[in-house]
């Protein structure tokens, strides 16, 4: 095939100079607009055929493979075969010597059209690889990247290659003396990489973990872990960009553990006055065992394996203990505990230790404001007060009516 049909149609128009140069521009717009054919066609089948095809597949692979660009990208191979086809039909005789360069501009191309069709694979791995259910346990986000990182530095290479007329092996011979240079440039990559390994290997932390590190500001769960960086969203909404290898060299809180176990830790304290605290007569022992326990107090002493005398605290520290054992949002294979704790000077702390059903922030609050309000209600039942902190210069007093009015103690 050649292009004579040209010269013959500017010459039955009288154009005789620079016969050769225009024939040479017409004959390459020419092979241009069959490339822009040749690559509409091509997104036309890949747009309707292709994508009709896999319409029928399962969604995974119809998102990875479409979504991902990877048949678009492969579109742009049509008009560079096209190209270089042409180039020794159309410079020949005085424009030889264009091939050479011609070819070394085509060769770039075609190695950057490669790498992105490769990119987009890696894209369609990483698409289709969400959807299992190791996703999430396993991310692989970290890989992805590094071997698009690998890809395009071996596109910049046989560039090189392409551009210095050399073989990519004679440039690689030479690659061990940058090493120490792209370790120094590539220094947070080469950590992220080696720590985003560790990470998936070991499982220390998955996309929709909640985890803390107080120094670094982050609490809250993990949105991507990446080559780099892991992404989390804080629960005040803001985002922390948190660099990989810092997981590793760090310690971290992972409340994934929390989750999976199906119980929150509740660990609250009542503060209770000491001055209330007393011992109970057999009539008002008698009456909060009745009243609370449903037993007489006879009964309740031997099933607590308690003897008198016997405290308001105690009554109330056991009566605490079997309501948190009954309450219906409680964990009953879970540790639960009503202890009584050193005293301070803000009271006596009354500590209940048990694990919420609840997981979800809001519910488990709920739950546990539910238990402390409650147990706060009962507990002028027991005889005993709850510690308020009262300063120096202002008490309450009750006056004749019931109310309440504060006013300033005498020197």
């Not at 992805?144 to 530095?153: D, S």
């Not at 009953?332 to 702390?349: N, S, V």
């Not at 409650?374 to 210069?393: E, R, T």
Request: charged share 20%; hydrophobic share 45%.
């Amino acid at each position: 095939m050649d292009f004579e049909f040209v010269k013959e149609w500017l010459q039955k128009f009288g154009l005789q100079s620079n016969l050769e140069e225009l024939s040479l521009a017409i004959s390459s717009l020419l092979v241009l607009i069959g490339c822009y054919i040749t690559y509409a066609i091509a997104r036309w089948l890949i747009d309707h055929a292709i994508e009709h095809l896999l319409k029928r597949a399962p969604e995974r692979w119809y998102k990875s493979l479409v979504n991902s660009g990877l048949f678009k990208r492969c579109a742009n191979l049509a008009p560079v075969i096209l190209i270089h086809s042409f180039i020794p039909i159309l410079f020949i005789n005085n424009f030889e010597s264009w091939q050479s360069p011609l070819r070394t501009v085509v060769g770039v191309y075609l190695t950057w059209v490669i790498t992105s069709i490769l990119t987009a694979l890696a894209n369609v791995v990483s698409i289709a690889y969400d959807y299992t259910y190791k996703a999430r346990e396993v991310p692989i986000t970290g890989v992805i990247q590094v071997i698009k990182l690998i890809l395009v530095l071996m596109a910049i290479l046989i560039t090189i290659a392409i551009i210095m007329n050399k073989s990519p092996m004679y440039l690689l011979s030479g690659f061990g003396a940058m090493t120490a240079i792209l370790m120094v440039v590539f220094r947070d990559t080469l950590m992220g990489f080696v720590a985003g390994v560790q990470l998936a290997t070991n499982r220390m932390v998955a996309i929709g973990d909640w985890i803390e590190l107080t120094d670094h500001g982050v609490d809250g769960t993990v949105q991507e872990v990446g080559l780099i960086s892991v992404q989390v969203e804080n629960w005040d909404k803001t985002i922390v960009y948190l660099p990989t290898y810092v997981l590793i060299h760090e310690s971290f809180k992972n409340w994934q553990g929390m989750i999976n176990t199906g119980g929150r830790r509740m660990r609250r304290s009542l503060m209770i006055d000491l001055d209330s605290s007393k011992i109970l007569s057999n009539e008002q022992l008698e009456e909060l065992a009745k009243k609370h326990f449903n037993q007489s107090a006879d009964d309740w002493l031997n099933a607590n394996e308690l003897d008198k005398p016997v405290s308001n605290l105690t009554v109330f520290r056991v009566f605490t203990d079997n309501y948190l054992r009954n309450h219906k949002q409680v964990r009953e294979d879970l540790t639960i505990m009503a202890r009584l704790m050193q005293p301070t000077a803000a009271g006596l702390p009354l500590e209940i230790y048990a694990f919420c059903k609840q997981t979800d922030w809001m519910k488990y609050e709920a739950v546990q404001s539910s238990i402390i309000e409650y147990l706060y209600s009962v507990m002028p039942d027991f005889g005993l007060k709850n510690y308020q902190y009262l300063n120096n210069n202002h008490a309450f007093s009750e006056n004749k009516e019931g109310a309440y009015c504060d006013y300033k103690p005498e020197s």
